[in-house]
């Protein structure tokens, strides 16, 4: 099992930047389709971002232009640039794979104040 640690939440200002990262356990990270999601209280888990092990990105469109997705396969890390937030963006951040999900990590909170 692959052990995930998100990091980099904050609060922060609308327009403002943040950078994410997640940490992973193990070295199957480097196979896998990687994604951001983002979650809100009483609404399901939302797909944000995603890359693939050669580097392909998909977004969702409201983050389109604004978010960037990277990925250090060697660092086993995941990676969200965040810019010109927005209230909406408010959300608890977390990483997984594409599919079959391994299990959760704790999330980082984003808060962006308008």
């Known amino acids: 099992q692959v052990q995930l640690v998100e990091s980099g939440g904050g609060l922060v200002q609308s327009g403002g930047s943040l950078r994410l990262s997640c940490a992973a356990s193990s070295g199957l990270f480097i196979v896998e389709t990687m994604v951001w999601y983002r979650q809100t209280p009483g609404k399901p888990r939302e797909l944000v971002a995603s890359?693939?092990?050669?580097?392909?990105?998909k977004y969702t469109d409201s983050v389109k232009g604004r978010f960037t997705i990277s990925r250090d396969n060697p660092k086993k890390t995941l990676y969200l640039q965040m810019d010109t937030l927005k209230p909406e963006d408010t959300a608890i951040y977390y990483c997984n794979r594409e599919s079959r999900q391994w299990s959760w990590g704790p999330g980082t909170q984003v808060t962006v104040s308008s």
């Open positions: 890359i693939t092990l050669g580097g392909a990105t």
